[in-house]
Nanobody, 123 residues
C-alpha cells in the first residue's frame, strides 16, 4: 500500500502564503495522478486541485483558481500545493490522494490517502 504523508500546514494570516507537501513512499510515484482535497468542520470533502502523470495536465476548483498551484517532483516522489492569497474560507484539513484516473474531482477514484494537514487562516 502506498503511504502518503502531508506536511506544511499551520496558522497563517489572511493574504499570506503556505506550501503543502505530500511525500509518497511508492517508488512508482510517477505513475500516479495526484490530487488535493480539503474538508472544513461540518462541510463535505471537496476537490481542490489535481495533477496528472504529465505535469502540465492540471485541474483546479473554481474557488482556488488563480491562487493555488499544484506541482510535482517525481524524483523526490512529492506533490506540492502552493497556496497564495489565503482567505479564512480556505481553513480546512487538507488531504493528498493518489489514483490512476488522471485529474479527477471524484474522490472515489483515488486509491490512496494521506492523514491530512491542518490549514488555518485567520482574519
Amino acid at each position: 500500500q502506498v503511504q502518503l504523508a502531508e506536511s506544511g500546514g499551520g496558522l497563517v494570516q489572511a493574504g499570506g502564503s503556505l506550501r503543502l507537501s505530500c511525500a509518497a513512499s511508492d517508488r512508482m510515484f510517477s505513475n500516479y495522478a495526484m490530487g488535493w482535497f480539503r474538508q472544513a468542520p461540518g462541510k463535505k470533502r471537496r476537490f481542490v486541485a489535481g495533477i496528472n502523470v504529465i505535469p502540465g495536465s492540471k485541474a483546479y476548483a473554481d474557488s482556488v483558481k488563480g491562487r493555488f498551484t499544484i506541482s510535482r517532483d517525481n524524483v523526490k516522489s512529492t506533490v506540492y500545493l502552493q497556496m497564495n492569497s489565503l482567505k479564512p474560507e480556505d481553513t480546512a484539513a487538507y488531504y493528498c490522494a493518489a489514483g490512476l484516473y488522471g485529474t479527477t474531482s471524484d474522490d472515489k477514484l483515488y486509491t490512496y490517502w494521506g492523514q491530512g494537514t491542518q490549514v488555518t487562516v485567520s482574519s
